[in-house]
């Protein structure tokens, strides 16, 4: 079934929704994103989606072309219409059309794109989250401003198809001999001392929606946890090791470089965060 997805002001068609080959999106990967999750038809942490999306867009001086309490109506709007139940919902916001290629940033009456669809998939009963996942390292080839959610993902793309291609399931990135995070998730280990680690916020990251509601939950958990880089070593030795974000919310991994992660199940740390979060979530969403 076609979805009603969202362009510039209008509910149309999937088929119908058209942007501009001169749209600045597209040319320069000018353009930043969210996804936020979906359960029984309600955001999740959908608050800290937005504050991000506001974040990224100043970073870059994209000035979102509605207000977030616009945003929010559209995101509700679409899960009406297309009757999401489970899954997530895609907003990017380009610096627009500006009719002509320009490396310069283009005038202010120049309106930025914006375009949101939703996206049916299981969260909560996937057998990644079962079963755990199976990662490979590979070098962090990415630009230094990974804490803006810019569309430019070229890198994380090859890192995964990478993966894939070698029969797993996802990459985590090096970076100087130590993780900075996965594809597209936060990277965590849990040491044999029963330590959560997971690397510090800076530019080298994401800094995940999911990583912090985790890390709040953790410490009410009284886990005791160290926001710092890991090397590859550690995670080999590690006793546990996952993954988080809006789409996972805590997938195991099970392996690391072929080289299996304690016994090859699913932890209890990363199977317990991964209930406590998603009651959080079910009982958050709005
Ligand atoms: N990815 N790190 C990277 C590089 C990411 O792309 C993501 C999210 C995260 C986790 O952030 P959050 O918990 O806020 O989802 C960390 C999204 C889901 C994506 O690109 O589809």
Same mark, same amino acid.
């Given at each position: 079934?076609?979805?009603?997805?969202? /362009?510039?002001?209008?509910?149309?068609?999937?088929?119908?929704?058209?942007?501009?080959?001169?749209?600045?999106?597209?040319?320069?990967?000018?353009?930043?994103?969210?996804?936020?999750?979906?359960?029984?038809? /309600?955001?999740?942490?959908?608050?800290?989606?937005?504050?991000? /999306?506001?974040?990224?867009?100043?970073?870059?001086?994209?000035?979102?072309?509605?207000?977030?309490?616009?945003?929010?109506?559209?995101?509700?709007?679409?899960?009406?219409?297309?009757?999401?139940?489970?899954?997530?919902?895609?907003?990017?916001?380009?610096?627009?059309?500006?009719?002509?290629?320009?490396?310069?940033?283009?005038?202010?009456?120049?309106?930025?794109?914006?375009? /949101?669809?939703?996206?049916?998939?299981?969260?909560?009963?996937?057998?990644?989250?079962?079963?755990?996942?199976?990662?490979?390292?590979? @070098?962090?080839?990415?630009?230094?401003?990974?804490?803006?959610?810019?569309?430019?993902?070229?890198?994380?793309?090859?890192?995964?198809?990478?993966?894939?291609?070698?029969?797993?399931?996802?990459?985590?990135?090096?970076?100087?001999?130590?993780?900075?995070?996965?594809?597209?998730?936060?990277?965590?280990?849990?040491?044999?001392?029963?330590?959560?680690?997971?690397?510090?916020?800076?530019?080298?990251?994401?800094?995940?929606?999911?990583?912090?509601?985790?890390?709040?939950?953790?410490?009410?958990?009284?886990?005791?946890?160290? @926001?710092?880089?890991?090397?590859? @070593?550690?995670?080999?030795?590690?006793?546990?090791?996952?993954?988080?974000?809006?789409?996972?919310?805590?997938?195991?991994?099970?392996?690391?470089?072929?080289?299996?992660?304690?016994?090859?199940?699913?932890?209890?740390?990363?199977?317990?965060?991964?209930?406590?979060?998603?009651?959080?979530?079910?009982?958050?969403?709005?």
């Amino acid at each position: 079934m076609e979805r009603t997805v969202y /362009l510039d002001g209008q509910f149309i068609k999937e088929s119908e929704a058209k942007v501009s080959i001169f749209d600045r999106g597209f040319l320069f990967g000018d353009a930043v994103y969210e996804v936020t999750a979906v359960l029984n038809g /309600l955001l999740v942490e959908n608050e800290g989606h937005m504050l991000r /999306l506001q974040r990224s867009c100043d970073e870059l001086q994209i000035a979102l072309p509605v207000t977030i309490e616009q945003i929010i109506a559209i995101q509700r709007e679409l899960i009406k219409v297309n009757q999401l139940d489970e899954g997530g919902i895609y907003l990017q916001v380009s610096r627009g059309n500006a009719g002509d290629r320009d490396f310069a940033y283009p005038s202010a009456d120049v309106k930025p794109t914006l375009v /949101l669809f939703t996206q049916a998939r299981s969260l909560l009963n996937t057998p990644k989250a079962t079963k755990g996942m199976k990662v490979i390292t590979t @070098e962090d080839i990415r630009w230094k401003r990974r804490d803006i959610k810019t569309v430019g993902l070229l890198a994380p793309c090859m890192a995964k198809q990478g993966a894939l291609d070698k029969q797993v399931d996802d990459a985590w990135l090096i970076e100087d001999g130590y993780i900075t995070e996965g594809s597209s998730n936060n990277a965590y280990i849990v040491t044999q001392e029963g330590v959560l680690i997971t690397r510090a916020l800076s530019n080298d990251i994401l800094h995940g929606i999911t990583r912090k509601a985790l890390l709040e939950l953790a410490e009410k958990e009284n886990m005791k946890i160290e @926001e710092r880089s890991f090397t590859v @070593e550690e995670a080999y030795q590690a006793s546990e090791a996952f993954v988080s974000s809006a789409t996972t919310f805590v997938w195991p991994v099970i392996e690391i470089d072929g080289k299996t992660i304690a016994d090859g199940k699913p932890g209890s740390v990363a199977t317990k965060l991964r209930n406590i979060y998603i009651e959080l979530a079910l009982q958050t969403a709005e």
